[in-house]
Each structure stands twice: as C-alpha cells, then as structure tokens.
C-alpha cells in the first residue's frame, strides 16, 4: 500500500467515525471528480508551450524516428507525461527526436508536421486538432475515452472503423469491465449479487456486461442511468441489494450526477463501491483501478519503440496494458474487508 493514499484518507476521516458525519462528507467532497480523467489540471508552466519544445535525438547513426506530441493544454500534468514517455524510449538507446506542440498551434505548424512518423496528442482538445487537420502520419490518441474516441472519429472521419483504416490508434483511457469486475470478486469473494451502473455510452453493452458478471460466477444487477433521471431514485434500489457496486464511468454530466449519491448510499447499506480513479477512492470508496500516468508512459513507450509505422501497429484500439490497483484502509476497516497487499491483486488481475 503506498503511504500517501493512506494517509490522505486518515488524516480526512480519522476525526469521526461516526458514520453519519462520514456520509455528509462524502456528500460535499464528489466535485472534485466531475469526470473520468488520468490528469488534473494544473496551473500553467512558466515556460510555455505555445511554440515548440524539441528534444534532440540521440545519435546512433541511423535516422531519427521523429515524434511530435499534441497536447490539450499547458499544464505540468501533461508534459510530465510526455517527459516520462520519452524517458523511457531513450532508456533503450535508440535514435528519436521529439517535439511537443500545444494544440492551438496545431495549424502553423505544418512543415514540423510533414516531418513527424507518428503524431501523439494527449487529451480529447488534442485528439479533434489532428483528427480535422487528417495527415497520412499514423496518430496515436491517448488520454481519451474509448467512447470519445468513437464520437471524434464519426465527426472527422465519418466512422469509428474509417479513422483506423486511416492510420489512427487509440489507447483507450478507461479499464476493461472485465477488469473492474474481476477485481470486486477478488476483493469479496462471497459476493453473488454484483450491481453495476451504465451511463449512455455504455449501456449499448448492457448484455455484454451481464455476461461478464456470470461469468465471474455472479448475479448482475445492472442499472441504465439517463441525464433526465433522478439518480438517487434509479440507484438506491440497485445498491440496497448489491454486495458490491461498480460505477463506469461516463460524460461529465453522468459521473456528477451520479459519484455522490453512489457513495453515500453505500455507506448507508455498506456495500463497497470498486471506482475507476484515484480521486473517487478518496473520496470514499474502497477501492480503483485506473492507468496512472506511468502506466500510460510504459505503453506508449512500448508502442513507438516497436515500429508505430507498421501495419501491425497502426489503426488499432487498445486497451490499457497497465494499470493502477489502490485501496482506502479506512472503507476497509469500516466496512470490515480483509484486504491482501495490492501486488496480489495485480498479479490476478494480469492473469488472462
């Protein structure tokens, strides 16, 4: 368990344990999840990127393989992530060169794109400025939803299958279902009924996820929220009979609506919430799985060193290689949850 979480959630909650004073601060504590994100947003660097950061290339004798990176914004979160990748890339001495480009200047910076081999943007903003200037370099999109993904490519490229038939990847940020799953049956093994909420861009997959929650040998209680629903009505029955709840994560809107509620219910009828980000694993529920920045930086990094030009690589959906398992003592504790050591839980997570 890494100290930093653990303290955070003690010293926040450790004044009471009485769970009524726990259940309203869980109530004024859910804005600071209003979406599905890998990074927060940080103030602005004092170095700007409104040109162009380069980093040169390590000289091997053969070509650089030149890399630009869009970013969605200027903020330190951002391009630590784009530091660490390419850390790890010349960590195996091979010949890149880099460059790091702020969205907004996407469009004047037309010769440092005709000499990019592969473009990758970082964020939603990054992803639709690359995606309307359509290149023939291969793009890899990163810090995005898969359903965002799917909503940029129909604008810009008239279909999901037509953006990868046009050289475009996306490392999709948000955790399999499966995956999600797999860790609540590991966390309560007794568990049969397993409650679970859609929001309108996974509930198209509503049958697909039933069958995942069989197959882990439980009952699904599943539940389609809409923006127009009154979200403690539609979710307090679906919790009250649930032994653990999983929310997915949806637009801005739907994980608002939706994160406070979620958690205080389960402290009304102690059902652990298995969330999706380390923001909601503060706030209160028992566990997360997400990609972390590192987890990112190590995929990335793996795709570029292993040719992104190539056939195999390029036009492809993936999901995250890496990943994130982190728990909150004190929802353990409350709750009366033995846990293991989080390496356990990677280590069955990382078996197909």
């Known amino acids: 368990m890494k100290k930093p979480v653990k303290l955070a959630c003690r010293k926040i909650l450790s004044k009471s344990r009485d769970m009524a004073f726990l259940a309203l601060f869980l109530l004024f504590s859910v804005s600071v999840f209003a979406q599905t994100t890998l990074v927060t947003e940080s103030a602005p ?13 390590i000289n091997n004798g053969d070509q ?10 200027d903020t330190r979160a951002y391009t630590q992530l784009v530091d660490a990748i390419q850390n790890k890339m010349l960590l195996e001495k091979q010949d890149y060169s880099f460059k790091t480009i702020l969205k907004t200047a996407v469009g004047s910076m037309e010769t440092t794109f005709r000499a990019a081999d592969v473009i990758v943007t970082l964020g939603a903003g990054a992803a639709e400025a690359v995606f309307n200037r359509k290149g023939s370099q291969p793009v890899i999109a990163l810090l995005i939803t898969d359903n965002m993904f799917s909503l940029l490519a129909d604008e810009y490229f008239g279909s999901r299958s037509q953006a990868l038939a046009s050289g475009v990847s996306v490392v999709c940020l948000e955790q399999p279902v499966e995956r999600s799953i797999k860790l609540a049956k590991l966390v309560m093994p007794a568990a049969s009924n ?7 861009s996974s509930s198209g997959r509503l049958s697909e996820i039933e069958g995942y929650v069989k197959a ?26 649930s032994d653990v709840f999983i929310p997915l994560p949806d637009n801005r809107l739907i994980n608002t609506a939706t994160a ?15 969330a999706y980000s380390k923001t909601y694993l503060n706030a209160g529920a028992l566990a997360a799985i997400y990609s972390s920045p590192d987890n990112v930086a190590r995929q990335v990094s793996d795709l570029l ?18 990943f994130s398992v982190e728990f909150n003592d004190y929802v353990a504790e409350n709750l009366n949850i033995h846990l293991r050591d989080e390496q356990f839980y990677l280590d069955q997570l990382s078996v197909d």
């Open 305 to 322: 060193m292993k040719n992104p030009m190539s056939s195999d690589y390029v036009g492809q959906v993936y999901q995250p290689a890496y």
């Open 64 to 73: 650089a393989t030149n890399v630009v990176f869009i970013v969605s914004k």
């Open 194 to 200: 397993l409650g679970l909420m859609l929001g309108p």
């Open 260 to 274: 406070k509620w979620i958690l205080q219910l389960s402290y009304r009828y102690k059902v652990p919430v298995i």
């Open 216 to 241: 882990s040998d439980m009952i699904p209680n599943l539940v389609s929220i809409k923006p127009s629903d009154n979200p403690i009505l539609v979710i307090d029955p679906v919790i009250k009979r």
């Open 45 to 57: 660097l004092t170095s700007s990127l409104s040109a162009i950061n380069t980093s040169p290339a």
